[in-house]
């Protein structure tokens, strides 16, 4: 199994960014995906979850109304949305796909884990 994130990079804020998720090696579209982030220095964070058939997400306060998750079965492939981005966004950025039946913001519920990529929003 292999999910490969990519799509970050420096961006000024107020700008947008957007990330995908490529997955290989397991059947995309039975798997939660989520997103979750980790600041230097923080703890690996919730940002955002999805079901496995897209009809319905859930975000964390600090990113609702400004990013927005979506996948496409079809692509094997997640994405996310990023607007309005402020400093505090900056952050390696993971996506995961978890087994659940229903959306989960707990890391430990994620069976699989892509190798992060990082978005850096200067101020």
């Known amino acids: 199994v292999q999910l490969q994130a990519s799509g970050g990079g420096l961006v000024q804020a107020g700008g947008s960014l957007r990330l995908s998720c490529a997955a290989s090696g397991l059947t995309f579209s039975s798997y939660v995906m989520g997103w979750f982030r980790q600041a230097p220095g923080k703890e690996r964070e919730f940002v955002t979850t999805?079901?496995?058939?897209?009809?319905?997400?859930r975000y964390a306060d600090s990113v609702k109304g400004r990013f927005t998750i979506s996948r496409d079965n079809a692509k094997n492939t997640m994405y996310l949305q990023m607007n309005s981005l402020k400093p505090e966004d900056t952050a390696v950025y993971y996506c995961?796909?978890?087994?659940?039946?229903?959306?989960?913001?707990?890391?430990?519920?994620?069976?699989?884990w892509g190798q992060g990529t990082l978005v850096t929003v200067s101020s």
């Open positions: 999805i079901t496995r058939g897209g009809g319905s997400t």
């Open positions: 995961a796909a978890s087994s659940s039946f229903m959306l989960t913001m707990i890391p430990s519920s994620y069976t699989y």
